[in-house]
């Protein structure tokens, strides 16, 4: 069977199931194929499998759009973040020099990379649009690192299922699936609109993922884990977010 039509049988049969039979045959089916996010758990959780499992089915190799220059916005809507603490204000003297993204985990070689090493790599550049879940959004010109680069550059192991990152603000943490780490708009932004990446909007570092939610696309970040198993993180969730309340797959 070519792989589109086992996907659309996978699908169809994930929301036949959930149609008729209910939701438990249908988080069996998902689970079967390995299509549980980590935040699944009761009743609310059966959804976000149902949402994970079709997103994954169906478009786990699609782009997000590209916009032409002309449409990028202006001025770009920075969020408010909470006051960055005396670290980050320390090495934002230093002109972030001391800044340092270390990567580490299920790892052949574990690195860490100052920002001058990471403009050093391969970059992307991409106009996408960034989407709070709170309904306002905006677009932007971002470059960085494609995060696939930099895993190929540490040897990601076999085993290896997710990518853990960690902001210097420390409630904010996130995870992707491998599929979206290795997606090639999943960048590592250094870059914004022609310029540094303004500390608003998460310089000198941020992870840029166009084809989830804002929150995902986490500010200020330091660290990379490679791992098999989210459950040892924070609650267990994947990400800081759902311990919010908001889910761990924020596909769109
Ligand atoms: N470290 C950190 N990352 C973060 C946040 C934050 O408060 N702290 N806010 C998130 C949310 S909710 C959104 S919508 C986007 C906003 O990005 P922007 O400021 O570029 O608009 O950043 C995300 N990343
Ligand atoms: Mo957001």
Redo the contacts with the bound molecule.
């Keep these: 069977m070519n792989p589109l039509s086992r996907r659309k049988l996978i699908t169809t049969g994930i929301t036949a199931a959930a149609g008729a039979s209910g939701l438990a045959v249908a988080g069996g089916l998902a689970k079967r194929y390995g299509l549980i996010p980590p935040d699944a758990g009761g009743l609310y959780g059966v959804g976000e499998t149902l949402t994970y499992a079709a997103q994954r089915v169906l478009t786990s190799h699609s782009m997000a759009r590209e916009f032409s220059p002309s449409q990028i916005s202006n001025p770009?809507?920075?969020?408010?973040?909470?006051p960055l603490g005396g670290t980050f204000k320390r090495l934002q003297e230093g002109g972030f020099a001391d800044w340092r993204l270390a990567v580490d985990g299920m790892v052949a070689r574990p690195a860490s990379f100052s920002i001058a090493d990471l403009k050093s790599h391969p970059s992307r550049s991409q106009i996408t649009h960034?989407?709070?879940?709170?309904g306002?959004s905006?677009i932007?010109e971002w470059t960085g690192v494609p995060l696939s680069h930099v895993l190929d550059v540490v040897g990601i192991l076999p085993q290896a299922k997710y990518v853990v990152y960690f902001?210097?603000?420390q409630?904010?943490w996130d995870s992707l699936d491998m599929a979206d780490a290795m997606h090639p708009q999943t960048l590592i932004a250094h870059s914004?609109n022609g310029g540094e990446l303004p500390v608003?909007?998460?310089g000198p570092l941020?992870?840029r993922v166009p084809r989830q939610?804002?929150?995902?696309?986490?500010?200020?970040?330091t660290r990379l884990t490679v791992t098999d198993d989210l459950k040892r993180f924070g609650q267990g969730l994947g990400s800081s977010?759902p311990e919010g309340g908001y889910a761990w797959y924020a596909g769109i």
């Design positions: 770009p809507f920075a969020n408010e973040v909470a960034l989407a709070c879940e709170e306002w905006y932007a902001s210097i603000q409630d904010w914004m608003g909007h998460g941020r992870m939610l804002g929150y995902k696309n986490v500010k200020y970040i977010s």
